[in-house]
């Protein structure tokens, strides 16, 4: 019985730590410049296809792989801001949503000229059986994801509350005529937080590609779980983010376990929407901070 | 500006020439094919045999000299779209038969419109209902083998191992519910129960948990119902779990390609596969060898990858569609006659057909052989 629970939860985290990774990729554009970028699932098939383009058709080394991604998908996001989002005369938020929409759509039409319509893979980053807790198995990579999710989320808080670019990058989401005003140049910073968000997008698909495999049209689905991932925790919230994408995994597993399967995705959008009714700034984001919102 | 000048004259040269050359009037058929869309990896090698064998037929003479003229709609894996493209071949084209369209759903949708143009359609779906109840169906036929086919080679070769308890975890596409029905139906038939019965989502990443539930309800046997990357997650979690018992997969799981995808964990999975992905293991003089081997080799020879049963679907229903029209010429009413009667012992790429009023696909569970991985290759199990 235990042992079927772990199995569950285990499912949960393996699942839940991907939306995490998502939302959190979600939130930096977020908190930069108020638009929500529904590219940020592409970003996460970009890092997954590169990386397999990287390692397994080049055949660089690991480490090599791993940074030539991470470029490439900084140059995309990069890319993407400088011709999309910056030409724009009046720069409107939903109109930059909407573009992103565009974007999105461009590039999984990019993805499936270039890669193809079938899914890749690439061998998980360490060898070896899955490790066996109480009868319950978790594959080495699941715990590789949840690092990786655990390293983003320090190195964002860190960046974001302590250096002084994401200390500018969050006065620019505040006020931009204020940040301006001090002397932010805050058309660097979005494309800064576009860059950003693209590199840990493409970081959570490195990760996962080994178990969920990658294809073109991934983003999608990717997208609409990590964005309940972040609304669940309040938009904005990395935390709230991260605690947001695992109870959503963990809810779906369980729902799958012990109700049934066919339910899982239902289950976890009805509680999202129940949070969403009781706490409407979500699980970690106060009253106050929703009403400062723009969007 | 001169090239595009240039490209166009030489064209107009070309197209002038091959008219010169072939003064008979084309055969015009139609193709309804899922090119672009959620369905295109079944749209795409379809499309491809088409315009392989309209250029290997026409090199070779055409069909009694009338060059073959096969004009491709893409169908963008939608049913509207697939009824105004068919509308469109049969009133602007008047093409002689339809192809396609790949999925049942776009099938359906085209039911009646054939049966009032009096045209004939050869489905390359795979749903029952397409051709079923066949008196509703007069002008509709259909290559793809029937899922309860697929289920009975799976549910003889379970039986024949002494399993009777059964999972089945299937997706939840038009795909996976059409063989849920199709296991659910046929299982009392052979004594087998069905003890869990699980879905996932078509871009799923993980289902340990549907996989645990079945292992703790206690069954011999795990059936996965599935096309596209989820038949992969599936194995790859079946072998991260040792769940101890085999995995069967539905005909979807027939391309190397899933091999190479799920590594190691493949090994041991079952399968019953259309002859196509196994022609080389199969005995010399069987039937459909010589064909499957030309058909593959020229196939992978031109586009660099493996045609998959789908593109088989689509060259079954070519070749019969142009012998009926070298035997009977272009007469609606008569090629549709020919194939209903004179389809008997036809091999194809999809199984030995044995077309009938009653029956317009014509293949049955022998169209199947069941098929296990072992290093990394198929194996046929006797």
Same mark, same amino acid.
């Given at each position: 019985m235990l042992t079927v629970f772990l199995q569950f939860l285990f499912s949960g985290l393996t699942v839940g730590a991907v939306y995490a990774l998502v939302g959190i990729g979600f939130n930096i554009t977020y908190n930069a410049t108020s638009i929500i970028n529904l590219a940020q699932g592409e970003f996460v098939v970009i890092g997954g296809l590169m990386m397999w383009f990287f390692?397994?058709? #080049?055949? #660089?080394?690991f480490l090599v792989s791993v940074v030539c991604t991470i470029g490439s998908a900084g140059l995309v996001g990069l890319l993407m801001e400088r011709l999309t989002i910056k030409p724009l005369k009046q720069p409107d938020l939903l109109l930059m949503i909407m573009i992103t929409i565009a974007v999105s759509i461009v590039l999984r039409g990019i993805l499936m000229f270039s890669f193809g319509k079938e899914p890749y893979v690439y061998p998980a980053f360490t060898e070896g059986d899955p490790i066996s807790v109480s009868g319950a198995i978790i594959q080495q990579q699941t715990l590789w994801v949840i690092g990786i999710t655990g390293f983003c989320i320090v190195g964002l808080f860190v960046f974001f509350k302590r250096t002084i670019i994401g200390k500018a990058m969050r006065a620019c989401a505040v006020n931009t005529a204020a940040a301006s005003l001090v002397g932010i140049n805050v058309s660097r910073m979005v494309m800064l937080s576009f860059v950003l968000s693209a590199v840990v997008g493409a970081i959570g698909g490195m990760a996962i590609t080994p178990i969920s495999l990658m294809e073109y049209d991934k983003g999608p689905m990717l997208a609409v779980k990590g964005f309940c991932a972040a609304i669940m925790g309040g938009l904005g919230s990395n935390r709230g983010a991260v605690i947001g994408g695992f109870i959503i995994g963990i809810l779906e597993s369980m729902t799958a376990g012990y109700i049934h399967s066919g339910l899982k995705d239902a289950v976890a959008l009805i509680i999202l929407l129940l949070i969403l009714f009781l706490r409407p700034a979500g699980l970690f984001v106060s009253k106050t901070m929703l009403d400062l919102r723009k969007f | 500006m001169r090239t595009v000048l240039s490209v166009m004259i030489a064209a107009f040269c070309i197209v002038s020439l091959s008219v010169g050359a072939q003064a008979k009037e084309p055969f015009k058929i139609g193709a309804l094919f899922a090119v672009t869309g959620p369905a295109s990896f079944l749209g795409e090698p379809e499309k491809n045999t088409a315009i392989m064998l309209q250029e290997q037929i026409n090199k070779a003479g055409g069909i009694n000299g009338h060059p073959l003229e096969i004009i491709i709609e893409d169908t963008k894996s939608d049913e509207t779209q697939a009824v105004l493209s068919a509308k469109k071949l049969l009133e602007n084209d008047n093409v002689l038969a339809i192809i396609g369209p790949s999925t049942t759903g776009e099938s359906m949708a085209l039911v009646p419109i054939m049966n009032n143009a009096n045209t004939l359609l050869m489905s390359c779906a795979a749903g029952a209902p397409i051709t079923q109840p066949v008196k509703d169906r007069y002008w509709i036929f259909k290559t793809p083998q029937y899922d309860v086919s697929a289920v009975e080679a799976i549910f003889g070769h379970m039986k024949k191992q002494g399993i009777a308890k059964v999972g089945i975890i299937t997706i939840s596409t038009g795909f996976g519910d059409a063989g849920r029905k199709a296991l659910v139906e046929m299982a009392p038939q052979y004594g087998i129960t069905i003890v869990a019965d699980e879905k996932y989502g078509p871009k799923d990443s993980d289902m340990t948990t549907q996989l645990t539930k079945i292992k703790a309800a206690g069954a011999q046997a795990v059936i996965n119902w599935s096309v596209g990357p989820g038949q992969v997650v599936v194995t790859k979690n079946w072998d991260a779990l040792k769940m101890g018992i085999p995995l069967y997969q539905s005909h979807g799981w027939g391309s190397k390609k899933n091999i190479e995808l799920a590594g190691k964990a493949a090994e041991g999975v079952i399968a019953p596969l259309g002859r196509l992905v196994v022609w080389e293991k199969l005995p010399d003089g069987h039937p459909q060898k010589a064909l499957l081997k030309k058909y593959t080799q020229d196939y992978e020879a031109r586009y660099k990858s493996e045609p998959g049963t789908f593109g088989g679907h689509a060259y079954d229903a070519i070749m019969m569609l142009v012998e009926a029209m070298k035997k009977v010429g272009p007469d609606k009413k008569k090629i549709r006659d020919y194939i209903e009667t004179n389809i008997k012992n036809w091999a194809g790429t999809g199984g030995i057909f044995n077309m009938s009023p009653n029956d317009?696909?014509?293949?049955?569970?022998?169209?199947?052989e069941m098929v296990v991985v072992k290093n990394g290759d198929w194996e046929i199990l006797k």
């Open positions: 390692s397994e058709s #080049l055949h #660089l080394p | 317009h696909c014509g293949l049955d569970k022998t169209a199947f």
